[in-house]
């Protein structure tokens, strides 16, 4: 069963624009949910993390991400896209349902056009 | 720098032959996780080991092993290669078995190529 599903495998948007980057979960309880990032020909960063702590988690570089159980979603938004934000961004969850790993969704490569 | 170490970044080997990629987890983490990125299967987890001890497996073939020596450090070892086998092996390590609420540390990949 798939754990994490992210819509969209290719996102584009215009520099200053907002970004909005979709992952829904499956888990019957709330998961760890986490969103990385992947710059080409490089490893994988943790942009953000939710633990239950907070339903509006801030990450790095200007990313949130808003835990929203009533829709099973973890959407990354940033409100102005940058150049240097083009990669592929990843969802990823720790839940019971996944065997307590971490499971990776499918991966959005995010394009920003000048 | 992420503090996981892979060796080597880069590694080009033949069909039928056995490679071994190497891991250093960052310091004070006793987890050491595999993935396998490819453009097909997107990001795979292979297997865990835990302080010296297989813990749980994944999508990981016959032909790949791992292990995790006393020092914490792990190596993947990759046999009868085939073109299929290419792609980016990633490792990762936590402190806990899970990762719970801090998920994994990832460090840069070593890109294998079969030819």
């Known amino acids: 069963a798939q754990s994490v599903t992210q819509l969209g495998s290719h996102v584009s948007v215009s520099e200053g624009a907002l970004v909005l980057l979709r992952c829904n979960y499956s888990?019957?309880?709330?998961?760890?949910l986490f969103w990385y990032v992947q710059y080409p020909n490089q490893g994988l960063q943790l942009l953000l993390k939710?633990?239950?702590?907070?339903?509006l988690v801030k990450g790095i570089n200007g990313f949130e991400a808003e835990f929203k159980k009533s829709e099973t979603s973890f959407h990354l938004t940033k409100p102005s896209a940058h150049m240097s934000d083009a990669a592929e961004y990843f969802c990823?969850?720790?839940?019971?349902?996944?065997?307590?790993?971490?499971?990776f969704g499918g991966g959005t490569r995010l394009m920003v056009k000048p | 720098d992420s503090g996981v170490t892979q060796t080597p970044k880069h590694l080009i080997t033949a069909t039928g032959q056995r490679v071994t990629l190497r891991c250093s987890p960052r310091?004070?983490?006793?987890?050491v996780y595999w993935y396998q990125q490819s453009l097909d299967q997107g990001l795979q987890f292979l297997i865990q080991?835990?302080?010296?001890?297989?813990?749980a497996k994944g999508n990981i073939l016959e032909r790949f092993s791992a292990q995790q020596f006393p020092d914490l450090h792990s190596e993947l070892n990759l046999s009868s290669l085939e073109l299929g086998d290419s792609a980016l092996y990633f490792c990762?390590?936590?402190?806990?078995?899970?990762?719970?609420?801090?998920?994994?540390?990832f460090g840069s990949g070593t890109r294998l190529t079969v030819v």
């Open positions: 990762a390590s936590s402190a806990i078995p899970s990762g719970g609420g801090d998920g994994y540390t």
């Open positions: 888990s019957s309880v709330p998961p760890y």
């Open positions: 939710y633990t239950s702590a907070a339903t």
């Open positions: 990823a969850v720790i839940a019971n349902n996944a065997g307590n790993m971490l499971t």
């Open positions: 310091s004070g983490d006793l987890s």
């Open positions: 080991y835990y302080n010296g001890e297989e813990r």
